[in-house]
């Protein structure tokens, strides 16, 4: 049977739809247009091709690969369209151009911060502008870090800092550097001294500074003595050649040295003797060249006199270490003014009673060879040189009455000052005094009169301290009682004067106040040592009679001495209370004067002078 035919059906169905006008209310779909573009071409969740699992033909394997799911749909269609890639080509311009920029900004940044350091240590640390720019940063940074705070550690890497200075010296007397019109000797030894890279030369003599300006020797001067400081504390080092590192002496394995001790852990093994060398040359070497250069002043040369006897006295050559006392009471001498004469006694350093003349630089060095006296048990020749030394100090003329005191200045003035402190670097400071004017009696020298005073009670009560080790002879304990009596009230003496003098001074005065610091100190410290030891031998003496009364000796005369000796041990124990107070007092001044010490600091920019 045949159907009836269809498509008859669908042309009737198809005419006998009515005939409307379109709607024009309804907004017909856009026209996708190839010069525009289409949310089409982005990518879309739904491909517009169908996808039949068994058109895919997988590689290596014979089943019908699955098809994607629609997280990886979009990968198949196009991502960079042409307004994605203006933008990609803008966002890298941009990119480009920052990073460009922060490298400039932190380069500006980097150079700024190098430029701010440098005018600060600068600041700290002033050196002649006739030096070239390397010479001035070598000695610098060798200030910098022979200072006590540079790191946390606490340690100086001294080998670090005499290379500094030695490359910095070898600058200064090269004529083609910062030598230019110095004279140096004919024929003179000319070393050569290698340090890591660097060639050192520089001379062994003292040279004719006089065509160099007077800031260019203070300068040549400040190298000088901080190498001879940097050699005194590298003497007992050693340097090994094969490697070029420095050792203490005591690490060396060698037949001078038959037990070394083990390096820390970490270090570098120990340096065998064949290959070492000294680390440094001798201190020697620095301080002659002062003493034997021409330009110097009499306060630097006796400066470095004092410096390299103090370091022969460590050294326990205590002969040579005299002889260069002499040499700097020589040099102060040599500067008094012409027609003064028979100021000091050259045999006992004595100053006269009837001297018409005393500098400072005098007073400085008879007061070190009294020093140096006392610490080599001398004391028959120290004590008359301090008493000396403080009677001249008490004759000095007082200072000149102060002017007007400046008025504060204004809120103007101020900002102008700080701006200029600020924008301009502070010159050069002048020269300081050459010690051969007469001295004033400032607070400062009442200070060091304390000293001086805390010096004669501590020799006063040394001198007896022999004999105080036979308490059983009366007389003799009564001589020995009355010499540390006598001792122990000088002592008290410079506590008293330096505590006044330290709370009465002008603020401004920090090396004054610090002076007096120090002087209170020692004193106090010296006074509690004295009372301990006369409350101890107090007490000896006292146990002593007890045990000659128990023993039955002494029943109708030994009663008498007993209570007097109790009695002085109760008054040494009274004073040493007393003295205990009058620490804890001191102690409380000395924090105070610190904590203002640091307040003020002098200002400046960054808080730098």
């Given at each position: 049977m045949l159907l009836p035919p269809r498509l008859s059906i669908a042309r009737i169905i198809l005419s006998r739809r009515p005939l409307r006008p379109p709607n024009l209310m309804c907004s017909p779909p856009g026209l996708r247009l190839f010069t525009q573009n289409s949310q089409l071409l982005l990518v879309s969740r739904t491909s517009p091709r169908p996808e039949l699992p068994y058109l895919y033909v997988s590689s290596g394997s014979s089943f019908p690969r699955a098809a994607p799911s629609t997280q990886y749909q979009g990968r198949l269609a196009r991502y960079l369209t042409t307004e994605r890639k203006e933008r990609i080509k803008t966002e890298a311009k941009l990119t480009v151009k920052y990073i460009f920029y922060i490298h400039i900004l932190g380069v500006f940044t980097l150079a700024l911060y190098w430029l701010v350091s440098l005018e600060i240590k600068e600041r700290r640390h002033q050196t002649p502008p006739e030096w070239s720019f390397k010479t001035r940063n070598l000695y610098r940074v060798a200030r910098i870090m022979s200072e006590p705070n540079f790191n946390a550690s606490g340690i100086t890497e001294w080998p670090q800092v005499a290379n500094n200075y030695w490359v910095a010296l070898s600058r200064l007397e090269d004529p083609s550097v910062d030598g230019k019109d110095l004279q140096i000797p004919s024929g003179d030894d000319h070393r050569a001294y290698v340090v890591g890279i660097d060639a050192l030369g520089f001379t062994r003599n003292g040279l004719d500074l006089l065509a160099k300006s007077e800031e260019w020797r203070r300068?040549?001067?400040?190298?000088?003595?901080?190498?001879?400081?940097?050699?005194?504390?590298?003497?007992?080092?050693?340097?090994?050649?094969?490697?070029?590192?420095?050792?203490?002496?005591?690490?060396?394995?060698?037949?001078?040295?038959?037990?070394?001790?083990?390096?820390?852990?970490?270090?570098?093994?120990?340096?065998?003797?064949?290959?070492?060398?000294?680390a440094s040359e001798s201190p020697q070497v620095f301080y002659t060249k002062i003493l034997t250069s021409t330009g110097f002043s009499t306060r630097q040369r006796l400066d470095a006199a004092l410096a390299y006897a103090d370091w022969l006295e460590f050294k326990g050559m205590h002969g040579t270490a005299e002889e260069m006392y002499d040499w700097g009471l020589d040099i102060a001498m040599g500067a008094l003014p012409v027609g003064v004469n028979n100021v000091v006694d050259t045999q006992t350093g004595i100053i006269s009673n009837n001297a018409a003349y005393v500098s400072n630089n005098l007073l400085q060095a008879t007061t070190a060879l009294a020093i140096h006296h006392a610490r080599n048990a001398n004391l028959a020749a120290?004590?008359?040189?301090?008493?000396?030394?403080?009677?001249?100090?008490?004759?000095?003329?007082?200072?000149?009455?102060?002017?007007?005191?400046?008025?504060?200045?204004?809120?103007?003035?101020?900002?102008?000052?700080?701006?200029?402190?600020?924008?301009?670097t502070p010159p050069y400071p002048p020269p300081p005094p050459s010690g051969d004017e007469a001295p004033i009696?400032?607070?400062?020298?009442?200070?060091?009169?304390?000293?001086?005073?805390?010096?004669?009670?501590?020799?006063?009560?040394?001198?007896?301290?022999?004999?105080?080790?036979?308490?059983?002879?009366?007389?003799?304990?009564?001589?020995?009682?009355q010499k540390q009596k006598s001792g122990l009230?000088?002592?008290?003496?410079?506590?008293?004067?330096?505590?006044?003098?330290?709370?009465?001074?002008?603020?401004?005065?920090?090396?004054?106040?610090?002076?007096?610091?120090?002087?209170?100190?020692?004193?106090?410290?010296?006074?509690?040592?004295?009372?301990?030891?006369?409350?101890?031998?107090?007490?000896?003496?006292?146990?002593?009679?007890?045990?000659?009364?128990?023993?039955?000796?002494?029943w109708f005369w030994g009663g008498k001495s007993t209570e007097e000796a109790e009695e002085d041990e109760g008054r040494w124990e009274r004073e040493l209370q007393l003295v205990n107070e009058r620490m804890d007092k001191v102690q409380r001044l000395l924090e105070d004067e610190e904590a203002s010490r640091k307040q003020r600091k002098p200002g400046g920019w960054l808080g730098l002078a």
């Amino acid at each position: 049977m045949l159907l009836p035919p269809r498509l008859s059906i669908a042309r009737i169905i198809l005419s006998r739809r009515p005939l409307r006008p379109p709607n024009l209310m309804c907004s017909p779909p856009g026209l996708r247009l190839f010069t525009q573009n289409s949310q089409l071409l982005l990518v879309s969740r739904t491909s517009p091709r169908p996808e039949l699992p068994y058109l895919y033909v997988s590689s290596g394997s014979s089943f019908p690969r699955a098809a994607p799911s629609t997280q990886y749909q979009g990968r198949l269609a196009r991502y960079l369209t042409t307004e994605r890639k203006e933008r990609i080509k803008t966002e890298a311009k941009l990119t480009v151009k920052y990073i460009f920029y922060i490298h400039i900004l932190g380069v500006f940044t980097l150079a700024l911060y190098w430029l701010v350091s440098l005018e600060i240590k600068e600041r700290r640390h002033q050196t002649p502008p006739e030096w070239s720019f390397k010479t001035r940063n070598l000695y610098r940074v060798a200030r910098i870090m022979s200072e006590p705070n540079f790191n946390a550690s606490g340690i100086t890497e001294w080998p670090q800092v005499a290379n500094n200075y030695w490359v910095a010296l070898s600058r200064l007397e090269d004529p083609s550097v910062d030598g230019k019109d110095l004279q140096i000797p004919s024929g003179d030894d000319h070393r050569a001294y290698v340090v890591g890279i660097d060639a050192l030369g520089f001379t062994r003599n003292g040279l004719d500074l006089l065509a160099k300006s007077e800031e260019w020797r203070r300068g040549y001067y400040l190298v000088l003595m901080g190498a001879a400081r940097a050699a005194e504390h590298m003497d007992e080092e050693v340097r090994d050649a094969t490697r070029n590192i420095t050792f203490p002496k005591e690490y060396m394995i060698g037949p001078s040295n038959p037990r070394p001790k083990p390096v820390p852990h970490g270090a570098a093994s120990p340096p065998l003797e064949e290959n070492c060398v000294p680390a440094s040359e001798s201190p020697q070497v620095f301080y002659t060249k002062i003493l034997t250069s021409t330009g110097f002043s009499t306060r630097q040369r006796l400066d470095a006199a004092l410096a390299y006897a103090d370091w022969l006295e460590f050294k326990g050559m205590h002969g040579t270490a005299e002889e260069m006392y002499d040499w700097g009471l020589d040099i102060a001498m040599g500067a008094l003014p012409v027609g003064v004469n028979n100021v000091v006694d050259t045999q006992t350093g004595i100053i006269s009673n009837n001297a018409a003349y005393v500098s400072n630089n005098l007073l400085q060095a008879t007061t070190a060879l009294a020093i140096h006296h006392a610490r080599n048990a001398n004391l028959a020749a120290a004590l008359p040189i301090f008493l000396s030394v403080l009677r001249a100090k008490k004759q000095l003329s007082l200072p000149p009455i102060p002017d007007a005191p400046q008025p504060k200045p204004t809120n103007m003035e101020w900002i102008k000052s700080m701006a200029k402190s600020i924008l301009i670097t502070p010159p050069y400071p002048p020269p300081p005094p050459s010690g051969d004017e007469a001295p004033i009696r400032t607070p400062k020298a009442v200070c060091e009169e304390a000293a001086v005073m805390a010096h004669v009670g501590e020799i006063l009560f040394a001198s007896s301290s022999d004999d105080s080790k036979s308490p059983l002879k009366e007389s003799k304990s009564q001589g020995t009682s009355q010499k540390q009596k006598s001792g122990l009230s000088w002592t008290r003496d410079a506590v008293d004067v330096s505590e006044s003098t330290l709370t009465s001074m002008d603020e401004a005065d920090l090396d004054g106040r610090e002076t007096c610091a120090e002087c209170i100190k020692t004193g106090i410290d010296n006074w509690s040592a004295m009372v301990r030891k006369m409350l101890r031998d107090q007490q000896r003496v006292v146990s002593t009679k007890d045990n000659k009364a128990g023993s039955g000796r002494g029943w109708f005369w030994g009663g008498k001495s007993t209570e007097e000796a109790e009695e002085d041990e109760g008054r040494w124990e009274r004073e040493l209370q007393l003295v205990n107070e009058r620490m804890d007092k001191v102690q409380r001044l000395l924090e105070d004067e610190e904590a203002s010490r640091k307040q003020r600091k002098p200002g400046g920019w960054l808080g730098l002078a």
